[in-house]
């Protein structure tokens, strides 16, 4: 879900507020509630009002998910809230998945070295890959996927990089800061190594 950090709010124009003092909204207040109070924060009451304690248990739990705690449940927080909805997940026949093309993740030596998939990649990697870029709501690109042992020494890799077992990718999200990307990343349990003046984070299993 979504680390909402003001940059995040200001790539997603036409997210949903769900928090509001709308009363049609009050269902969708009530699921929030209930969601916080399953992950032990305390919303108060779970009466579908917008209040003090709904707001607080909601800027707590974004604290807690390296989010802006702006007390909004917009994409990037609903999306982090109701984790439910990341683990429907499917491969195609050839490893894809709704947003990655298996092609991303192949050495980048160009087939000097290898056909592209000296290993595959791993299955954890790619599903949590999937549910990061759900929870962004933005494209993530691929830097850097699976390295065969001659690419991994040319780019200056180490002897035991997860690279070189599908293990692990670099890559950023267009208008996301590094530290959110990684931030969500680990949320989701993939270890996080940003890169900030390269502009990427390296993320493994």
């Known amino acids: 879900?979504?680390?909402?950090?003001?940059?995040?709010?200001?790539?997603?124009?036409?997210?949903?507020?769900?928090?509001?003092e709308r009363k049609?909204?009050?269902?969708?207040?009530?699921?929030?509630?209930?969601?916080?109070?399953?992950?032990?924060?305390?919303?108060g009451p779970l009466d579908g009002r917008d209040g003090p304690k709904t707001r607080k248990a909601i800027?707590?739990?974004q604290r807690d998910a390296g989010l802006d705690p702006d007390g909004?449940?917009?994409?990037?927080?609903?999306?982090?809230?109701?984790?439910?909805?990341?683990s429907r997940i499917a491969f195609d026949s050839d490893g894809s998945t709704p947003h990655f093309a298996r092609a991303e993740f192949a050495c980048?030596?160009?087939?000097?070295y290898c056909d592209g998939f000296p290993a595959e990649m791993n299955l954890e990697l790619l599903l949590k890959l999937e549910a990061l870029r759900n929870a962004l709501n933005v494209p993530v690109r691929i830097t850097s996927g699976v390295r065969c042992r001659q690419r991994n020494g040319e780019v200056g890799g180490v002897d035991n990089s997860q690279h070189l077992f599908g293990q692990a990718v670099d890559c950023y999200a267009p208008g996301i800061p590094i530290a959110t990307v990684a931030a969500i990343a680990e949320s989701l349990g993939l270890t996080a190594i940003c890169y900030e003046a390269e502009g990427f984070v390296h993320l493994a299993v």
């Open 108 to 112: 980048d030596c160009g087939g000097a």
């Open 1 to 20: 879900m979504g680390a909402l950090s003001s940059a995040g709010n200001a790539a997603q124009p036409t997210q949903t507020k769900l928090i509001t």
């Open 24 to 43: 049609t909204m009050n269902e969708e207040i009530v699921k929030i509630q209930t969601a916080l109070a399953a992950r032990g924060y305390h919303p």
């Open 59 to 61: 800027q707590a739990f």
């Open 72 to 86: 909004v449940v917009g994409t990037l927080t609903a999306n982090r809230l109701f984790t439910e909805t990341l």
